[in-house]
């Protein structure tokens, strides 16, 4: 098997993974990245989420609707700017976002099990020149890979 197919089906078996983890709290793909996103950056524009998430404006919209319907967020429009649509976690989405954070916090566990101190280094640097590639060139860690560090003031 080539380099290309091994990710490629690395990324296929890890998302089905997860996915299924993700389903068993009731959300759909992606939602658990919106509640993490929300967790530093509640009442966040629409559009910037969207781009946050790499996925296209239309395809948020979408998302939100779902998670609006279940519960999870609220969309408001804002008052100095009526052109932004702002998204803010629900008190639902607040309580669901700690079960979420965990298993992100436990596939990262599982992954780095893997790994000597050395080996996990040279994969994360690997990874790291991977997605700089895949985006462009752009080689600033996408916003939401800093969401399963800890932080003083998140205690969930």
Not at 31 to 58: E, K, W
Not at 133 to 144: A, C, I, K, R
Request: hydrophobic share 40%; aromatic share 6%; charged share 30%.
């Amino acid at each position: 098997m080539g380099l290309a197919q091994l990710v490629i089906q690395i990324c296929r078996i890890s998302g089905r993974h997860f996915r299924g983890q993700m389903e068993s709290v009731g959300l759909h793909r992606g939602q658990g990245f919106v509640l993490l996103h929300l967790l530093h950056n509640d009442g966040i524009p629409q559009r910037d989420l969207a781009q946050a998430m790499n996925i296209r404006p239309a395809s948020i919209s979408c998302m939100l609707q779902r998670m609006e319907k279940e519960g999870w967020v609220r969309r408001e429009r804002d008052r100095h700017d009526q052109r932004l649509v702002r998204v803010f976690a629900t008190e639902k989405g607040l309580a669901l976002r700690t079960r979420v954070r965990r298993m992100f916090r436990e596939m990262e566990a599982e992954i780095n099990a893997l790994y000597s101190d050395s080996e996990r280094r040279v994969f994360e640097q690997l990874m790291a020149r991977l997605y700089a590639h895949f985006s462009e060139g752009d080689p600033t860690p996408h916003p939401l890979l800093g969401l399963f560090e800890d932080r003083e003031e998140d205690t969930t």
